[in-house]
């Protein structure tokens, strides 16, 4: 958790509260660290933490956008502000995607 405030700090992001969400609470089984947050003007934020060794695809990134859905419904509130963290390589179609859908991209 200390690395990715680290980093949303050097990008200029704070939050006031952040908090990790495990994946089964939303009933995935995905290997991805979810933390859920409120920045500085009382605006929800997620960001999700990936690492992994082969490459993320398509399919990938559409299943986290169900996960990003789950955990709104899970939270009773819109989430404005949605962060990807990816320690990985990237599919462009996947980038493209997730871009497109307002998410911030970060390949670490």
């Not at 509260?17 to 660290?33: A, C, F, G, N, Y």
């Not at 990936?50 to 956008?65: M, Q």
Request: proline content about 2%; charged content about 25%.
């Amino acid at each position: 958790m200390k690395n990715v405030v680290d980093f949303l700090g050097q990008n200029r992001i704070i939050c006031k509260t952040l908090s990790q969400i495990s994946p089964s609470m939303l009933e995935s089984r995905k290997k991805v660290d979810i933390y859920l947050g409120v920045n500085l003007k009382g605006y929800y934020c997620s960001v999700f933490a990936i690492t992994k060794k082969s490459r993320i695809l398509r399919k990938e990134a559409e299943e986290l956008l169900e996960l990003h859905s789950r955990l709104e419904s899970n939270n009773n509130s819109k989430i404005n502000n949605k962060y990807l963290l990816i320690q990985a390589p990237l599919c462009s179609k996947a980038k493209a995607l997730l871009e497109e859908l307002d998410w911030k991209v970060w390949q670490l």
